[in-house]
């Protein structure tokens, strides 16, 4: 089983940065897809950010490409979204996700098999 920490959440001004950090516990994630995805009160889930195993692909959507990095060091179990150019609208709960399955950089992140607890990112106008 794995289990999954996020940390570095925070309440920033727009046009800030902000770097948030997952560790994975209990097995190697270094074959795993790992990626984050955010959700706000009353709104859907939304993957922002995959990377996959090897760490040489990424992807974002377009609401936060551009702005968003994704990278990981498997030697460290562990994940890392950096976030610039904040808007108030990155404003969310932002989850870290893990799937070992083959097909995993073709599947959405909020349907990845393990998952966090989150970590609070609010951003004011």
């Known amino acids: 089983q794995v289990q999954l920490v996020e940390s570095g959440g925070d309440s920033v001004q727009a046009g800030g940065s902000l770097r948030v950090s997952c560790a994975a516990y209990g097995y190697s994630t270094s074959s795993y897809c790992m990626g984050w995805f955010r959700q706000a009160p009353g709104m859907q889930r939304e993957g922002v950010a995959v990377?996959?195993?090897?760490?040489?692909?990424?992807k974002y959507p377009d609401s936060v490409k551009g702005r968003f990095t994704i990278s990981r060091d498997n030697d460290k179990n562990s994940v890392y979204l950096q976030m610039n150019r904040l808007k108030p609208e990155d404003t969310g709960m932002y989850y870290c996700?893990?799937?070992?399955?083959?097909?995993?950089?073709?599947?959405?992140?909020?349907?990845?098999?393990?998952r966090g607890q989150g970590t609070q990112v609010t951003v004011s106008s």
């Open positions: 996700a893990a799937d070992p399955d083959v097909s995993c950089y073709l599947r959405i992140v909020p349907e990845y098999k393990y």
């Open positions: 990377i996959s195993p090897g760490g040489r692909s990424t």
